[in-house]
């Protein structure tokens, strides 16, 4: 029964997450107020950013060097447990490895055992001459670092032009309201 409400539902999107293992990082927002000389003439800019990154011992297995997460012993590696319950077959996350498939048996030190540590970042960000406000930009892989070796998610980057004090940009087009004395 179990495996027809599976394909039922799990068609449906109700039904069945992806197994556990490893998942993408999360994607980062990250706001930049420039100059309307900056949006103009572009600029590169250094950023510094909070977040996680990788661990450079483990890879981001979160295994000691020279051992790798094995077979969770509870669920053979598929992340979830079956109960029989009547005519009923209840399936649910792995309690032994949280859904993941796999346990670390030796953790590593630097990250103990969970594949990232927290470190801030510090990028070099190029802004092409002529942006909008309000200009997204994205640098791959510059995210939360993934779970378990997967890759990192993204850096998104949205910029905001700053009011001048004499100039107003209208898309294309530079205003400038000039007070003239009349007399």
Do not use: W
Request: hydrophobic fraction near 30%; charged fraction near 25%; include cysteine.
């Amino acid at each position: 029964f179990a495996d027809v409400f599976d394909e039922i539902f799990g068609a449906m999107g109700g039904g069945r997450r992806g197994g556990g293992g490893s998942s993408r990082g999360a994607d980062l927002r990250y706001n930049m107020a420039i100059s309307l000389e900056e949006a103009f003439e572009g600029k590169k800019a250094e950023i510094t950013i909070p977040g996680s990154v990788s661990c450079e011992s483990c890879d981001g297995t979160g295994a000691e060097a020279g051992s790798q997460p094995v077979n969770c012993p509870t669920c053979n590696g598929h992340g979830k447990v079956r109960a029989q319950q009547g005519f009923f077959t209840i399936e649910r996350t792995c309690p032994s490895c949280h859904g993941k498939g796999k346990i670390v048996k030796n953790p590593c030190k630097a990250c103990h055992g969970v594949g990232r540590v927290e470190k801030e970042k510090t990028l070099q960000v190029t802004i092409p001459a002529g942006v909008e406000d309000g200009t997204r930009i994205r640098l791959a892989g510059e995210g939360e670092a993934g779970t378990n070796g997967a890759p990192a998610g993204d850096l998104y980057i949205f910029l905001d032009i700053a009011h001048h004090r004499f100039f107003q940009r209208e898309g294309a087009n530079l205003y400038c309201r000039i007070p003239i004395p009349m007399g």
